[in-house]
């Protein structure tokens, strides 16, 4: 930004001119004010409020990055996802709103109040998405979540804290993070790796860590670790909900069948496209 806008809404549309589009421009310029992400209407409300020379600096620096390609949340430090609002990093995954498919999904195959504390499992659990918007929406859960990556778990543990919501953690490679003698789950549910190592579409993905993104040749490598080891951690009639790829869902229901899985289907995410697969454990 060559000179410090007059006015806030001069600064959005200069951000414009620039190529960021509205909404981002919009983010970008709370972030700067220290506004909520959600106060959009504060800035209609004070459009004529000058921007000071120190907040149209730190505007400008933020707008190259995102300009650049960077992931708002990481920019911001912060994601929405399930109605929370989660601190992210280059550590961990950008939450994405197809994922709340998965949470969906699994709150309506777990116990209610057939029993006490129905046990629910998030592998890979990054910034703790999943595992926390589960607790949050069913607080009588026992939710469980393991991570590869201490730096991971570390924003996750910091998120559980923060929104005060108790979630056990353990670091390792999937279901090996449990400790021996892990009770068996109801439904364990993930997120995992799951694009070839060669895809193109990673190009787009520079910004986020590697290791959550990638899984071998076909990219069905973490998947197929998982559904054969699941059995051996579910109750009988304990649901398996994984994320997949887009063109995925036919060879996961297939992996999930060998494995002794019932009822077998894939849901939908928000563009229509087969995004989720599960199945239950001797059903």
Same mark, same amino acid.
């Given at each position: 930004?060559?000179?410090?806008?007059?006015?806030?809404?001069?600064?959005?549309? @200069?951000?414009?001119?620039?190529?960021?589009?509205?909404?981002?421009?919009?983010?970008?310029?709370?972030?700067v004010?220290?506004?909520?992400?959600?106060?959009?209407?504060?800035?209609?409300?004070?459009?004529?409020?000058?921007? #000071?020379?120190?907040?149209?600096?730190?505007?400008?620096?933020?707008?190259?990055?995102?300009?650049?390609? @960077?992931?708002?949340?990481?920019?911001?430090? #912060?994601?929405?996802?399930?109605?929370? @609002?989660?601190?992210?990093?280059?550590? =961990?995954? =950008?939450?994405?709103?197809?994922? @709340?498919?998965?949470?969906?999904?699994a709150?309506?195959?777990?116990?209610?109040?057939?029993?006490? *504390?129905?046990?629910?499992?998030?592998?890979?659990?990054?910034? +703790?998405?999943?595992?926390?918007a589960?607790?949050?929406?069913?607080?009588?859960?026992?939710?469980?979540?393991?991570?590869?990556?201490?730096?991971?778990?570390?924003?996750?543990? *910091?998120?559980?804290?923060?929104?005060?919501? /108790?979630?056990?953690?353990?670091?390792?490679?999937?279901?090996?993070?449990?400790?021996?003698?892990?009770?068996?789950?109801?439904?364990?549910?993930?997120?995992?790796?799951? $694009?070839?190592?060669?895809?193109?579409?990673?190009?787009?993905?520079?910004?986020e860590?590697?290791?959550a993104?990638?899984?071998?040749? #076909? +990219?069905?490598?973490d998947l197929?670790? $998982? $559904?054969?080891? /699941?059995? *051996?951690?579910?109750?009988?009639?304990g649901?398996?909900?994984?994320?997949?790829?887009?063109?995925?869902?036919?060879?996961?229901?297939?992996?999930?069948?060998?494995?002794?899985?019932?009822?077998?289907?894939?849901?939908?995410?928000?563009?229509? $496209?087969?995004?989720?697969?599960g199945?239950?454990?001797?059903?």
């Amino acid at each position: 930004m060559t000179t410090s806008p007059a006015t806030l809404a001069q600064a959005l549309a @200069e951000l414009q001119q620039r190529g960021l589009d509205r909404l981002d421009a919009q983010l970008l310029l709370l972030h700067v004010l220290g506004q909520s992400p959600t106060q959009r209407g504060w800035l209609l409300a004070h459009d004529t409020d000058p921007l #000071s020379p120190n907040c149209a600096t730190t505007l400008n620096t933020l707008a190259q990055r995102r300009l650049a390609g @960077e992931p708002l949340a990481y920019i911001t430090g #912060s994601k929405a996802f399930y109605g929370l @609002e989660l601190q992210v990093s280059p550590d =961990v995954l =950008v939450p994405r709103p197809d994922t @709340e498919t998965l949470v969906d999904w699994a709150l309506e195959v777990l116990p209610g109040t057939t029993k006490p *504390a129905p046990r629910v499992l998030d592998l890979g659990t990054g910034s +703790g998405a999943i595992a926390l918007a589960l607790k949050a929406t069913r607080p009588a859960l026992a939710v469980w979540a393991t991570d590869m990556s201490a730096a991971a778990l570390t924003v996750a543990q *910091a998120n559980a804290q923060r929104l005060q919501l /108790a979630v056990t953690f353990n670091q390792g490679p999937w279901l090996a993070a449990l400790p021996a003698g892990t009770p068996r789950f109801d439904a364990i549910v993930s997120n995992p790796p799951y $694009i070839a190592e060669h895809d193109p579409h990673l190009t787009a993905l520079g910004f986020e860590p590697i290791q959550a993104l990638t899984s071998g040749a #076909s +990219g069905l490598d973490d998947l197929l670790q $998982i $559904i054969s080891a /699941a059995p *051996a951690h579910l109750q009988p009639g304990g649901w398996l909900l994984l994320e997949h790829g887009y063109d995925q869902a036919a060879a996961v229901r297939q992996l999930l069948t060998q494995c002794g899985f019932g009822q077998v289907q894939s849901r939908c995410d928000l563009a229509g $496209i087969e995004r989720c697969s599960g199945g239950c454990l001797g059903a």
